[in-house]
């Protein structure tokens, strides 16, 4: 599977955005889909992550209560709403898959990455 993230950018703290990954091939649905970060100087970080269906979703305590990851099957896309940004989100996000039902551990596939700059 390909994936190709979009939607980083730069957002004043407080702000919005909304990250999106497309994937291709046929077996999209069948994967768990997972939202990294890495920030300069910082090792890449899980912060979300979805099963194939939704019914495992897990988020990083960094994130809890702000970002939201969904998925829209039909279409093979991931997305992550990400409110209340602050400096401290600022990274390039990457999202990747895997072809199993957990959410932690190793993940099969990776997008390039769309970088999210959050002012101050």
């Known amino acids: 599977v390909q994936l190709q993230a979009s939607g980083g950018g730069l957002v004043q703290a407080g702000g919005s955005l909304r990250l999106s990954c497309a994937a291709s091939?046929?077996?999209?649905?069948?994967?768990?889909m997972g939202w990294f970060r890495q920030a300069l100087g910082n090792e890449r970080e899980i912060i979300a992550a979805?099963?194939?269906?939704?019914?495992?979703?897990y988020y990083a305590d960094s994130v809890k209560g702000r970002f939201t990851i969904s998925r829209d099957n039909a279409k093979s896309t991931v997305y992550l709403q990400m409110n209340s940004l602050k400096p401290e989100d600022t990274a390039v996000y990457y999202c990747a898959a895997r072809s199993d039902s957990f959410t932690r551990g190793k993940y099969d596939y990776w997008g390039q990455g769309t970088q999210v700059t959050v002012s101050s």
């Open positions: 091939g046929r077996t999209f649905s069948s994967y768990t």
């Open positions: 979805i099963t194939w269906n939704g019914g495992i979703i």
